[in-house]
């Protein structure tokens, strides 16, 4: 096949891509970055059309014009994925945009001082190795580091992501030798005039793109699979864990801290009377002061502390690495923040106090089900003696073997 036919093809191939990848945008509007995806790919299928050899030959504006565009859909799909994984900043657009106006700088300076095919075919080739590689960094960034990434890979979370890093890596490399073949090449060859590399180019070209769009595909279903977990795993009022959810947790928590030698602490909450707040204003007005709890008692926590709504009217706040001390000082500041300021929902005030139960574990005692015993009969202690009351849970109550 030719390399006329083969660039056409490509060009297909790119539109293909890109009605796919406009397609999965619209099926999916409330997802950052897809749009992005897709108008990069269609300024590819521009740009990639432009160059298509035609009888008289392209002039040296045209192709400049495919050669940006080209390197301009790496940049927009370098930034929107970049904005999938919610890692983009000014500094990145910044670099980016630099690189494009360098690029094109650098790349009319060809056609303003006098045609070199050879420099033309490497600096484009740099350039997309560029994209292509800071690409690579940011998704290994976007997935917390180079550990991280290897980790998502063995537990197959984050598949999408992991190919699309290789499929960028493999690009990378691929336009670095391009770029070194081409400055082995005489000044005025054209880009279609070594017949070897442009055929290894258009189906390299054709390759990457097939992957690119199945590769967003696959990290939009990963992130909507992810979301929906999460989903499964919280409160929608409080976003707080669910009980299961917080089952597994504390049993991590509890199996670390027995290694580590550390102290956790538990403090079971109880909203006092909250089912005549739901009599007296309504269901609506009850959520709306339970989603609002929910702010107010993780608006201070630690990154490591677990909020649970374990049923009804009743939390648990999970306190990793923490002493008796550290957890009668975060059970006084949800009070506080709690009962201090009265609810305001629809103009009207409304007031809460909590029973709270604290207690703490050590050594032998870290024991899920004692623990969560034990604060509940602390809690119930506290309802005991009042509204608004905080009891701390004596000695452990005896408990099962270590789990």
């Known amino acids: 096949m030719d390399v006329p036919t083969l660039i056409a093809a490509t060009t297909l191939l790119l539109i293909l891509a890109s009605l796919a990848l406009t397609a999965h945008w619209l099926a999916n509007l409330g997802t950052m970055g897809l749009r992005g995806a897709a108008f990069g790919v269609i ?5 990639s059309y432009l160059l298509i050899p035609t009888p008289t030959g392209p002039t040296m504006v045209t192709m400049l014009l495919g050669d ?38 650098t790349l009319s300076s060809h056609v303003v001082g006098g045609y070199n095919g050879a420099a033309r075919g490497a600096l484009l080739s740099a350039f997309v190795a560029i994209f292509s590689f800071g690409t690579v960094v940011t998704l290994v960034k976007a997935l917390g580091g180079r550990r991280a990434f ?6 197959r979370t984050s598949v999408g992501a992991a190919i699309a890093a290789m499929i960028f890596l493999g690009h990378c490399l691929f336009h670095v030798y391009r770029s070194y073949e081409w400055r082995q ?15 290894w180019t258009q189906v390299e070209s054709m390759i990457f793109v097939l992957m690119l ?19 499964a795993m919280m409160d929608p009022l409080t976003q707080a864990l669910s009980r299961r959810a ?50 107010r008692v993780m608006g201070g926590r630690r990154a490591q502390d677990v909020f649970c709504r374990f049923g009804g009217e009743e939390f648990v706040l999970l306190l990793p690495g923490t002493s008796e001390e550290g957890a009668a000082l975060v059970a006084d ?11 305001l929902v629809n103009d009207r005030e409304v007031s809460l106090t909590l029973s709270m139960g604290v207690m703490t574990a050590r050594g032998d005692d870290l ?16 309802q005991r003696q009042g509204a608004g009351q905080i009891a701390e849970a004596g000695s452990m109550p005896p408990v099962p073997p270590a789990e």
């Open 367 to 382: 024991v899920t089900d004692g623990m969560l015993d034990a604060a509940y009969k602390a809690m119930k202690a506290a």
């Open 68 to 105: 940006l565009l080209i390197l301009f859909s790496h940049m927009v799909v370098w930034l929107s994925i970049a904005t999938f994984w919610s890692v983009r900043s000014k500094a990145l657009t910044y670099v980016a945009f630099a690189l494009m106006l360098a690029a094109g700088i």
């Open 185 to 199: 090449l005489p000044e005025t060859v054209m880009h279609f005039d070594s017949l070897n590399l442009a055929v």
């Open 213 to 231: 769009a199945l590769t967003v595909i696959i990290m939009t279903a990963e992130r909507l699979q992810n979301e929906l977990k999460i989903q």
């Open 333 to 343: 500041r949800v009070r506080s923040s709690v009962c201090d300021t009265p609810f």
């Open 150 to 155: 290897y980790r998502g890979i063995v537990k």
């Open 43 to 47: 300024a590819a299928s521009f740009g």
């Open 246 to 295: 917080f089952m597994t947790v504390i049993k991590t928590v509890v199996a670390r801290s027995r290694r580590l030698s550390e102290p956790v602490s538990l403090i079971m909450i109880d909203i006092d009377r909250f089912k005549r707040i739901n009599l007296r204003h309504g269901h609506l007005v009850g959520d709306m002061v339970l989603s609002q709890f929910g702010e």
